[in-house]
């Protein structure tokens, strides 16, 4: 059973910085990050290919937020930079199972004063 896990969430003023981090165990196809702002549905944001070497990332991030990993630790990371007020929502990691993303941490919030 693959259990996920992230952390990292907080309050930041505009243009700061938040690096999310995310526990994996089990074997896993891929991992991604998603966002659910208030009323609005859920996106997602960042992906990485299990082997790490694909990345995938929403139009509104790009340059601004890099996905990563740590083999040794199972951890993977969610690095954002320059954030933005219209960043705020509940953050998600999730575990592919093949094309599926069947496994999904608890969330953690991210919060961007402006």
């Known amino acids: 059973q693959v259990q996920v896990e992230e952390s990292g969430g907080g309050l930041v003023q505009a243009g700061g910085s938040l690096k999310l981090s995310c526990v994996v165990s089990g074997r896993i196809d891929g991992m991604g990050w998603f966002r659910r702002a208030p009323g609005k549905e859920r996106e997602f944001v960042a992906g990485?290919?299990?082997?790490?070497?694909?990345?995938d990332y929403k139009n509104s991030v790009k340059g601004r937020f890099t996905i990563s990993r740590d083999n040794a630790k199972n951890t993977w990371y969610l690095q954002m930079n320059s954030l933005k007020p219209e960043d705020t929502a509940v953050y998600y990691c999730?575990?592919?199972?093949?094309?599926?993303?069947?496994?999904w941490g608890q969330g953690t919030q991210v919060t961007v004063s402006s």
């Open positions: 999730s575990a592919r199972a093949g094309t599926t993303w069947r496994y």
């Open positions: 990485i290919s299990g082997s790490g070497t694909s990345t």
